[in-house]
């Protein structure tokens, strides 16, 4: 590990008391990466830390008090807002956004075009389409009841669905395209449509190109190294207050 402060001081000289960074060994970062950037909410603190073979593409910029496990890559423009926990072998593609307080298993696959709101839950192998938005206030712009969904293990989220707050995506559960998703989806089932209604089991679903298992439970399992379960967060989230952003 080494101590990014210097070149994160480098890139935004006008900031004062930016958090430490501790990177894992062999980092490939762009130009134009923004690595500890400091929270605008009071009392929200803390090193950014990042695993070994971290791949970070110009525009990324991750907040303090952030924790990530190794193998972690972005695309160009992704945000990590603070304390957010992630772990290993993630991807988060071009101009999505982790809003803080969330908790993100391994191996899970968020698309371009992203936004997931504070306080959600991917476990492992939760694989996020394009434009998937997630929401987490029932009675916008409350702060006191903000909660967004809990994606449980191999779920599999379709290209612009919108995920409502307070749900439970069930483990290998499939929501299709367009979705608008405002109750809880069973495991292993399929849903579809505005508002979103169970289709069948995703078992049922036919391969139009004739693959019988092209993944296991979601995820490629040609490039899947060893992983552990991710732990909850080690300390309590800051919750929002009023006068909070």
Not at 55 to 80: K, W
Not at 92 to 108: M, Q
Not at 161 to 168: A, G, K, M, N, Y
């Amino acid at each position: 590990m080494f101590n990014m402060m210097d070149e994160v001081t480098r890139l935004l000289p006008d900031l004062a008391g930016l958090a430490d960074v501790d990177l894992g060994p062999g980092a490939s970062i762009d130009p134009g990466v923004i690595l500890g950037y400091p929270s605008g909410r009071a009392g929200v603190s803390g090193p950014t830390r990042i695993g070994a073979g971290a791949r970070l593409r110009a525009g990324t910029v991750i907040y303090a008090a952030v924790e990530i496990g190794d193998g972690f890559e972005t695309g160009h423009h992704s945000i990590v807002r603070e304390e957010n926990r992630i772990g290993s072998h993630c991807t988060l593609w071009n101009n999505s956004t982790i809003d803080y307080g969330c908790v993100i298993g391994n191996h899970v696959r968020i698309h371009c075009n992203v936004y997931i709101a504070q306080f959600t839950t991917l476990e492992d192998d939760v694989f996020l389409a394009p434009g998937v938005t997630i929401a987490n206030d029932p009675h916008p712009v409350c702060t006191k009841c903000m909660q967004g969904p809990t994606i449980r293990q191999g779920a599999r989220i379709g290209v612009n669905v919108t995920l409502l707050p307070l749900i439970t995506i069930g483990e290998h559960a499939l929501v299709g395209a367009g979705s608008v998703v405002t109750g809880d989806v069973p495991a292993g089932m399929l849903v579809a449509g505005n508002p979103a209604r169970v289709v069948g089991p995703v078992d049922s679903l036919e391969c139009p190109f004739g693959i019988v298992i092209p993944y296991e439970h979601g995820v490629d399992v040609r490039h899947r190294p060893e992983w552990t379960t991710v732990a909850p967060l080690s300390r309590p989230v800051t919750r929002p207050s009023k006068s909070s952003r």
